[in-house]
């Protein structure tokens, strides 16, 4: 007898319409009730709400039960919901309210033509209901591309037709191993399965590649014993296992008829299994080609931006010379868009035919197929050639034939500059420590000097000629021996010996090293020491501070109109801090020229006077002091610079 499943809000409703035709029906209010029920229940038609429908829904009850038609209940609200699932398999839709004499038509109507079906089909009155589930079920996995999708089917249709409680599937990976992917059982039947059990059968089966069927009891509880039926079939195509499908019941064991239909059902099995792992490969191949376009388009875009972005020049440039492509910043040296440049000469730019060598390095990395480079010439005039480097790098093809070169015109003119400060500042250092061994070598015979003078000094009265003249040669002495110290302390300044000395003595210390050069150049210098304190620093280092800015000073006020004059003060700025001040009346230092001052090279004076160290010497000794400096300037008013230190840096003991 054809019975009905509603699963609906409106079941009170409904249940006095429907009893007017002679047919049975089950009442749900729930989607779970009614999902669990049409697992083991089969319905000739379901009526069931749209709110209570969706995909997953629809799907799992096509795939259960292909034959039941779904009549959908919608209220206008939800007509365009119901329309949207007439196209996945829906039969028909009833709009709410519900009226009486539509709804019993309708079911009529659809109940009448399957008995009429039934009757026409007369040449399948003979086959046993389980080989018509089961070719259903064939058909249904045959159009089943999704791996996930294949196995429900499987599992549902394999239950469906031996009744079992439970159904599972365990499939195998590139190496045989095998792993359960999915369980189709009734609720509460997973108490059945004990899956040690289960699964030892499951991996015999797969080891011998036969059918395995026994009866296995085991103790639920202290009191109760569950005997089941295990069958349990390999999934095979081609000899190669694809898995393993158990069916596990209660029943008595499975008949024989019954286990010629599960092994061509696992046949079948297979070729769907197997055929949801192509479309599964295709998919992910498909998916991996368009993840590769992705990537070849979104890495042609960061090229062009990092081609664009590079400051020197960059050109790829075909076996004839013409220019395939080139970067922005050298088209705009040329003073046009590269889209302008592209398919021109590179002999017709402005500069190329200027350096016949570099042409010919080009022509000779397009033939040899070996990286080369140019460099221009340290007089060259031409603009686009002065200063610029250029690596030629060849492209090959498949043949490894040079096709295309690029060639990277890189500006060398920083390097070139530092190249030759380097050079002079190894001279420097050469000349210090030549300074150092003229006063080593000059510290020993006035050592015997001052000694022989201390000597007479002794032995003589004060009142004579002579005492007087070894006084004088003592004090000579002394003042020598100042000045070598000095200069040795300045053949060193590699490492920093912090120890506590008088702020005013290191400025005294660098004065008698400059003095006689200030006053050949008529500078006065004015000492304004309001602070003498005692400060923790490394005496020579901040020796040469003092030196700089004075030597400084004394350049800055050559051919000056007025009396050239230079201040020294120290001041405290507060009680752990004190501050050096060094103004000068010369020239003073253009605006734009302040915030470069402390630059390594930098130097206003013209080239070959100045190596541009001396300010950045300063600065870096302030700093490694935890000090500060700072300049200001008014142009032929005064230039100052302020030193600010604090008095307790830590000491070397």
Not at 200 to 215: G, N, P, Y
Not at 388 to 406: K, T
Request: with cysteine; aromatic share 6%.
């Amino acid at each position: 007898m054809k019975k009905i499943a509603v699963a609906s809000q409106y079941c009170s409703e409904l249940q006095e319409i429907l009893a007017e035709i002679a047919f049975e029906f089950d009442l749900f209010t729930e989607a779970a009730q009614f999902t669990a029920q049409f697992h083991h229940q089969l319905y000739s038609l379901v009526l069931l709400d749209v709110g209570l429908s969706s995909a997953a829904l629809l799907a799992e009850l096509h795939a259960t039960s292909p034959e039941t038609l779904i009549i959908l209940l919608a209220s206008p609200e939800e007509r365009y919901q119901a329309l949207e699932q007439l196209q996945m398999g829906v039969y028909d839709y009833l709009l709410l309210p519900l009226d009486a004499s539509e709804v019993i038509l309708k079911v009529k109507r659809i109940l009448d033509e399957q008995s009429l079906k039934q009757k026409n089909s007369t040449f399948f009155d003979d086959v046993p209901t389980g080989l018509l589930i089961l070719n259903e079920a064939t058909q249904e996995m045959i159009q089943t591309l999704e791996l996930a999708a294949a196995q429900r089917v499987i599992l549902a249709k394999a239950r469906q037709v031996t009744q079992a409680e439970v159904a599972q599937i365990y499939l195998a990976d590139k190496r045989g191993h095998l792993t359960e992917s999915q369980t189709d059982s009734l609720p509460g039947a997973e108490k059945l399965i004990d899956n040690e059990l289960v699964l030892k059968l499951v991996q015999q089966a797969a080891l011998t590649q036969t059918v395995i069927s026994q009866r296995l009891t085991y103790e639920m509880s202290e009191s109760s014993q569950v005997t089941t039926s295990v069958q349990v079939n390999p999934i095979i195509s081609r000899e190669k296992l694809i898995g393993v499908l158990a069916l596990i019941s209660r029943s008595a064991d499975f008949s024989t008829q019954l286990k010629q239909w599960l092994a061509i059902f696992c046949s079948q099995a297979a070729i769907a299994i197997e055929n949801a792992y192509l479309f599964q490969d295709l998919s992910s191949a498909y998916i991996d080609l368009a993840q590769s376009r992705e990537k070849i388009l979104h890495s042609h875009n960061t090229l062009q931006v990092i081609f664009d972005g590079i400051s020197d020049g960059l050109y790829i440039l075909d076996q004839d010379l013409s220019i395939s492509t080139l970067n922005r910043i050298e088209a705009e040296r040329q003073g046009c868009k590269p889209e302008e440049l592209v398919g021109r000469s590179y002999l017709l730019l402005d500069g190329p035919n200027d350096a016949p060598g570099l042409i010919t390095q080009i022509r000779e990395a397009l033939r040899t197929g070996q990286e080369t480079t140019w460099t221009s010439p340290q007089d060259e005039s031409n603009l686009y050639l002065k200063d610029r480097e250029f690596h030629i790098y060849p492209i090959r093809n498949r043949l490894a034939q040079s096709e295309q070169v690029v060639v990277f015109a890189q500006d060398v003119s920083e390097r070139r500059r530092w190249q030759a400060s380097l050079f002079r500042s190894a001279n420097l250092a050469a000349v210090g420590q030549l300074a150092g061994s003229v006063a080593h070598q000059i510290n020993n015979p006035l050592t015997v000097t001052m000694t022989n003078s201390q000597l007479i000094l002794l032995d003589t009265e004060p009142e004579t000629e002579t005492y007087e003249m070894a006084t004088g040669i003592l004090k000579a002495g002394e003042r020598i021996q100042n000045i070598i110290t000095n200069l040795l302390e300045f053949s060193n300044q590699e490492r920093y010996f912090f120890i506590l000395t008088d702020l005013v003595e290191t400025i005294d210390g660098a004065l008698a090293l400059v003095i006689r050069s200030l006053k050949k150049a008529n500078i006065k210098i004015i000492n304004d020491y309001q602070a003498q304190p005692m400060l923790s620093a490394s005496v020579s280092h901040l020796k040469l501070v003092w030196i700089n800015l004075l030597l400084n000073a004394r350049d800055a006020m050559t051919n000056l109109p007025r009396q050239p004059q230079i201040t020294i003060s120290t001041r405290f700025v507060s009680e752990r801090m004190v501050k050096v001040v060094i103004t000068d009346n010369g020239t003073g230092i253009a605006a734009k020229d302040l915030d470069q001052l402390f630059r390594p090279f930098f130097t206003t004076k013209p080239v070959g006077k100045a190596l541009g160290l001396g300010l950045y010497s300063a600065h870096a000794i302030v700093e490694r002091h935890n000090g500060q400096i700072k300049v200001s300037s008014v142009p032929n008013v005064a230039t100052t610079f302020e030193v600010i230190l604090p008095l307790d840096n830590p000491r070397d003991l």
